[in-house]
């Protein structure tokens, strides 16, 4: 059980901020897409995703769930730079929930001298200053959430715009399966002594571990986001990798004693997976399981794509907090990125 004091750890509720996920899709669509509508869009060629961290990882979730029927590519930049092929045939969105992201900033500059059409999404800052002085579309955030903890309300605002752009048929009944499924899976995990929350048992199984996070890579951003999340919350190393990529490669790291790894391993699916990759998971298990100190697996919920994306991704939400207050931290505070911040703003 997780007792008075360590849930008194959680300073700023980020369990209450991750269990509001279904809201904020909700309510995201909803405004993004008033905003979106009222601008003009071009024909486009390309869609680029810039941002970081928290913002960044809704671009991919977008590409995840739209990755099968998106008719353009879809590219997420994590840097200083738009790629070179970034011209006036793409649009290009700067996700920047703070507004002050020095690499989104970066790149909304380099659009602007590229003449691409631009939209902006922020809490505040000086991407949303420099958005409204140039009557550049933006879609303003919720203040007061972690960018982590915002995801909802950052990934619905991307959504909004793809469907805007043609990029997928706008699919309501998807977005009301999966805030159904959401709800559901909410009032489980949110309970901590529930022997029904899965969430829990998960952060149980890998407190003394490595969490190693294995998916198909059409879940790539989900994986990717446990891997966040665990480090960020939990302050804990993780690592994730896709299939069938590791096969090829990770899976000879394998060949060690386990004391030498104390590695927790869990295993993401989704029903959609391609037959051989789903063929590949038994056995990638077999070689793992006598080597890691925990295999679990987990599969997402629901009848849509987007409702087995989110509901896996709130699992891991969860999992990351719970495992943070097991191990006797605050899941909020991220003072060593604060840190390396300051310090680059000083150098």
Not at 144 to 158: D, I, K, M, Q, T
Request: aromatic fraction near 8%; charge should be neutral.
């Amino acid at each position: 059980m997780l007792d008075k004091d360590k849930l008194a750890l959680d300073s700023l509720d980020m369990l209450g901020k991750v269990g509001s996920l279904p809201e904020q899709l909700e309510s995201g669509i909803e405004s993004a897409s008033a905003i979106w509508s009222r601008a003009e869009w071009p024909e486009p060629g390309l869609l680029v995703v810039a941002g970081m961290g928290g913002s960044a990882i809704c671009g991919e979730i977008l590409k995840s769930y739209l990755a099968r029927i998106a008719r353009i590519p879809i590219v997420i930049c994590r840097g200083y730079t738009l790629p070179g092929y970034v011209g006036p045939g793409s649009v290009v969105v700067v996700s920047s929930y703070s507004g002050n992201t020095a690499e989104a900033l970066s790149c909304f500059e380099m659009a602007l001298e590229r003449k691409v059409r631009v939209g902006c999404i922020s809490s505040g800052g000086e991407l949303m200053a420099r958005a409204r002085k140039m009557s550049i579309p933006l879609v303003e955030l919720p203040p007061g959430y972690p960018p982590r903890a915002a995801v909802g309300h950052s990934f619905a605002a991307l959504l909004a715009l793809a469907w805007q752009l043609g990029l997928g048929e706008p699919d309501r009944p998807a977005l009301d399966e999966c805030t159904g499924e959401l709800r559901r899976l909410g009032e489980v995990y949110s309970a901590p002594d529930s022997s029904e929350n899965t969430a829990m048992f998960v952060a149980r199984s890998l407190v003394e571990l490595t969490p190693v996070l294995y998916c198909a890579s059409e879940l790539k951003a989900v994986g990717l986001r446990w891997k966040n999340q665990i480090c960020e919350n939990s302050k804990k190393m993780a690592y994730a990798g896709l299939l069938p990529e590791m096969s090829h490669n990770d899976i000879m790291g394998w060949e060690v004693p386990e004391a030498s790894l104390k590695a927790g391993v869990i295993f993401l699916r989704f029903s959609g997976e391609h037959p051989r990759v789903s063929a590949r998971f038994p056995l990638i298990r077999e070689i793992i399981r006598d080597r890691a100190s925990f295999c679990g697996e987990y599969w997402g919920s629901g009848t849509s794509l987007l409702s087995r994306l989110f509901s896996l991704i709130l699992l891991g939400d969860y999992a990351s907090v719970y495992l943070a207050l097991l191990r006797g931290v605050d899941p909020t505070p991220i003072a060593t990125i604060d840190g390396l911040k300051s310090k680059l703003d000083r150098s």
